[in-house]
């Protein structure tokens, strides 16, 4: 079993930046590929952002690109997301998730493959 606590979100006008951490526990860090998801009312819960078990490899949502960066730190056991360059229509739970691997370089953007849930943090952006 994984435990995963997500935290950072909160209240941010357009253009200001937010730093959210999933913080993981349970069971070997280092074997997950990570991901963060975010869902809107109404809507799907969507890829933000994924990382592979060792870090070097990354794949963001296209209307993420050169705004969010994910990142993980394995002797904290942490995956975190600088999202940079706020808009409206990032409101949304933000989640993140992990799914074991076997290798250190892939990564996953459905929402199905995940292994392992957090409970969400809120990110309201204001205009």
């Known amino acids: 079993q994984v435990q995963l606590v997500e935290s950072g979100g909160g209240l941010v006008q357009a253009g200001g930046s937010l730093r959210l951490s999933c913080a993981a526990s349970g069971r070997t860090f280092s074997m997950y590929a990570m991901g963060w998801f975010r869902q809107a009312p109404g809507k799907e819960r969507d890829v933000v952002a994924a990382i592979s078990w060792s870090g070097g490899v990354t794949h963001y949502a296209d209307s993420m690109k050169g705004r969010f960066t994910i990142s993980r730190d394995n002797a904290k056991n942490t995956v975190y997301l600088q999202m940079n360059s706020l808009k409206p229509e990032d409101t949304a739970v933000y989640y993140c998730?992990?799914?074991?691997?076997?290798?250190?370089?892939?990564?996953?953007?459905?929402?199905?493959?995940?292994?392992?849930w957090g409970q969400g943090t809120q990110v309201t952006v204001s205009s």
């Open positions: 998730a992990a799914k074991h691997v076997t290798n250190h370089y892939s990564v996953y953007v459905q929402a199905r493959g995940y292994d392992y």
